[in-house]
Structures are given as C-alpha cells and as structure tokens.
C-alpha cells in the first residue's frame, strides 16, 4: 500500500513561514500527480497546489495562494515539499498531501496542522 507522510506543520505567526514536506513510500515517478489540499474546521477540502511528475513539470495553484505558496519535489527523496510564505490566518487548516497513479488511483497523508494567529 502507497503511504504519504507529511510533516513540517506548527504554529506560527501571521507573516510567518512553513516548509510542508510529504515523503512517499514508493518513488513519485509512479505518480502522473501530487499536490496539497487543505480543510479548516467545518470547511469543505480545497485545492492547494499540485504539479505533474513529468519531465516538463506543471504546477497549478489556487488563486488564494498564488504567490504566496510554491510546489517543489526532490525525485532523489521521493519528496514533494510545499513551501508556505506570508502566512495569514486564513490558511489555518490541516494540510494533506495527494497523490494520484497514472491509472487514477488515489493516496491520502494523515495531514499536518497548520495554524497561524493573529
């Protein structure tokens, strides 16, 4: 079975920064996808970022957090990192990482809290 584990989640101040990480049992190049979604308490989860695993990798974004966010992976690592600037307390939520097969199989984390004060 294909195992997520994300970490890098905490507590921080409005402004502040979180670099995400999301460590695959298997190696990313087994995936078409992967990216990061995220769900504050009584919210529906949300697109965060994603990106191919092809060569010519495409990153998409939500619109709130352009900018702000950047996907990346280490395929050495089988790692795919999010990398959270300008934090504000909007993006308080826990965050789970995604990975999807070529066949479309889909593979959760068990998420990591992220939380921002005021």
């Known amino acids: 079975q294909v195992q997520l584990v994300e970490s890098g989640g905490g507590l921080v101040q409005s402004g502040g920064s979180l670099r995400l990480s999301c460590a695959a049992s298997?190696?990313?190049?087994?995936?078409?996808?992967m990216g990061w979604y995220r769900q504050a308490p009584g919210k529906q989860r949300e697109l965060v970022a994603t990106m191919t695993m092809a060569s010519s990798t495409s990153t998409n974004y939500a619109g709130s957090v352009k900018g702000r966010f950047t996907i990346s992976r280490d395929n050495a690592k089988n790692t795919v990192y999010l990398q959270m600037n300008s934090l504000n307390p909007e993006d308080t939520a826990i965050y789970y990482c995604?990975?999807?097969?070529?066949?479309?199989?889909?593979?959760w984390g068990q998420g990591t809290q992220v939380t921002v004060s005021s």
């Open positions: 298997t190696s990313i190049f087994n995936f078409g996808a």
């Open positions: 995604k990975a999807e097969s070529r066949w479309s199989n889909v593979y």
